[in-house]
């Protein structure tokens, strides 16, 4: 499948923490707990996440190659509110803060430096707009993972999207501002307008979305890999604000106002009531899939 090359630093972190059951900052509380997340690709299946749990907080997530082996754990802090306020992995964090009872910022530190921050803008008690800096020193780390953060998800396309985005990288200058806009129908997000500023290119990216009026199960949660969240990638399914589960994407990158690409992803499940155990995800016009199955 087709990767996002733009907007892929811009990243949506976008750790919006809202409870599944309670609109509550911070606090991630499904109605079902994820214990395992499995790929399923060529007719084999294979465990990609195992989640721990210690009563309702989410303490880690361990992830495994097609081999079995562990790549990484992600582990989660909270606050005597129980918060999420920190997501570590190895000497990798990601930091949150509140106020007023609602996520203020977020920022991502790489071995104590900072190369990500983003600040969370509110209009009538809604999150709608993101403002995001990316530091120049993805180049200097080279860490794939971080680069390619869907890499044990989709194994094909791994090494171009890496090389795409060290190219990217390359344009940078000290660093990069982007603004993110969200447009809301109900409990869902439906719009996503993100551009650069200062950037004389006029590079700007649309993202427009429908939702099942099913159960989300990632509903809060924060992951380390802030590509996850909304859908800034073009096969990214785990829409963390929304209440629904993502059936539709549709993406369109301009720059001065001409369209240079454009695509449309497709997602359909399986439920267990009104939660998803089977989803599979392609790319309308092509004819591979991809299949993910939870286990709670």
Known sequence: MKKVLVFSLCALLCAALISCEKENDGKYNPGKKIKKIYYEFGGQK????????????LTSIDYYNFNGVT????????DKNNRIVRIQEGSENLDFSYENGKI??????WANTLE????????????????CVSYNSYGSNKNQKRLNPLAALMPQG??????????????QKGEDRIILELTWEGKNISHIHGYYIGDESGETMDAYFTYDNKINPFKGWSPMWYDDVIGVWDDSYRNTFNYGNMLTS???????????DHFNMIFSYEYDGKYPVKMTISEEGE???EFLLLEY
């Open 158 to 171: 791994g090494d171009g999207l890496t090389k795409a985005v060290e190219k990217l990288n390359t344009k």
């Open 287 to 289: 004819n591979d899939y």
């Open 250 to 260: 549709s993406y369109i990158y301009k720059e001065e106002g001409v369209e240079y």
């Open 46 to 57: 294979f465990l990609m996440q195992d989640w721990n749990w210690k009563g309702n907080l």
């Open 104 to 109: 203020k910022s977020a920022k991502y530190f």
């Open 71 to 78: 790549l990484s754990t992600e582990n989660y802090s909270y």
């Open 116 to 131: 990500e921050s983003y600040d969370f803008i509110y209009e009538n008690n809604k999150l709608s707009k993101i403002e």
